[in-house]
């Protein structure tokens, strides 16, 4: 539902047991200002997928739409809060880089026709809307990496506890309906085992929280209604 990033992240390993953190100088030794500097970072990869390296967007209806999903994306990272409580390891950065990365690798192909074409658009447009109703459900509590900025159990979350995947993905399966290739395919399948690595991580994150632990005993399902 949540995440963070590792920028001003601190570590104790090394430092006798009580001992004080030595205090950073310089601009970013102020929380406020580290902070909305990893915010910037955020928005900025974002923004960065936007931009049509070599030619390679074709902007059809589809990939507008497409599009706009990663843009929103980046001007919710820029107001976002600062977590309750963050988990930073090698492993939760892993699961979220490479979940990240895997659908952003793909780029419209040769495009469909006829019903397939009109079938995407649709599609699209299902999930970006699906997937943007729960992003303005969470508001200012967007991220990436796993933490907890406060619980949302209203709207879409009423139904399962992490529905941005959903619109996510479905959304995904539009764009490959309009831009079908081996190469797009493939991305999804890499991407489903790891948002699921990465769910894990929130989940463990998230469960320490009471009140997460009663949303979710009312809300069991955290993609897929009856399944997963």
Avoid: C
Wanted: proline share 7%.
């Amino acid at each position: 539902m949540t995440a963070d990033d590792p920028i001003g992240v601190e570590s104790t390993s090394g430092l006798a047991t009580g001992a004080a953190l030595p205090s950073t100088p310089g601009l970013f030794a102020w929380p406020g200002l580290r902070y909305a500097a990893s915010n910037i970072g955020l928005a900025a990869m974002f923004f960065i997928a936007l931009i049509p390296f070599g030619g390679r967007y074709r902007f059809g209806v589809a990939n507008y739409i497409w599009l706009a999903g990663a843009a929103l994306m980046g001007v919710l990272s820029l107001v976002r809060v600062a977590p309750r409580e963050k988990m930073f390891n090698v492993r939760s950065f892993l699961a979220t880089s490479a979940m990240m990365a895997a659908p952003a690798m793909m780029r419209p192909a040769a495009a469909s026709t006829g019903l397939l074409a009109d079938g995407a658009v649709i599609v699209e447009l299902i999930g970006v809307t699906f997937s943007q109703i729960s992003r303005l459900y969470m508001g200012r509590r967007f991220g990436l990496l796993p933490a907890n900025r406060g619980i949302v159990a209203t709207g879409p979350f009423r139904l399962v506890r992490h529905p941005v995947y959903i619109g996510w993905f479905v959304l995904t399966i539009g764009f490959i309906m309009a831009y079908p290739s081996a190469f797009n395919l493939t991305m999804l399948v890499i991407t489903v085992p790891l948002a699921i690595w990465r769910i894990a991580f929130e989940e463990e994150l998230l469960l320490r929280d009471p009140e997460y632990r009663a949303y979710a005993a009312k809300t069991r399902y955290r993609m897929i209604p009856g399944l997963y």
